[in-house]
């Protein structure tokens, strides 16, 4: 997982698709954090990911970093704590403009059965379960 982390930083930009009924979405993310063991990304509860989150977990990641991407695929479960919201803060304090660990907004996810593979054309792909 902490390969997957750091891949994830590394490439600063990584993509978010979610379902929004049978329709794809996907948008940028950046932030992810690691935080009691598990792998967690933010956003707002309001936005329309968020809801499709709640709708249907099964979420997958894409970044490229060099001549590698990755793809995650997994269910994202929320995390109710107010210390994972604030971990999440204090890792990107640049949010706290936008964000509190108790405005009600502020909500945070973790990876559950995920399974990442990092690929690229010169070597063969390798499969991270966390």
Known sequence: ?????????????????TVDGDQPRVRPFGTV???DG??????????DCSKQIVANPKVEVCAMK????????????????????????DAYPHLKAMYSADDGNTVVYYFKDAVATI???SH???VITF
């Open 1 to 17: 997982m902490e390969r997957v982390a750091q891949f994830l930083k590394d490439a600063q930009v990584y993509y978010l698709a």
């Open 119 to 121: 690929s690229a054309f």
């Open 66 to 89: 060099g001549d590698e991407w990755i793809r995650i695929a997994a269910k994202l479960v929320e995390d109710d704590r107010k210390e994972a919201r604030e971990s999440m803060l």
């Open 38 to 47: 598990k792998l967690y990304i933010q956003t707002g509860k309001v936005k």
């Open 124 to 126: 063969a792909p390798e």
């Open 33 to 35: 954090n690691v935080f």
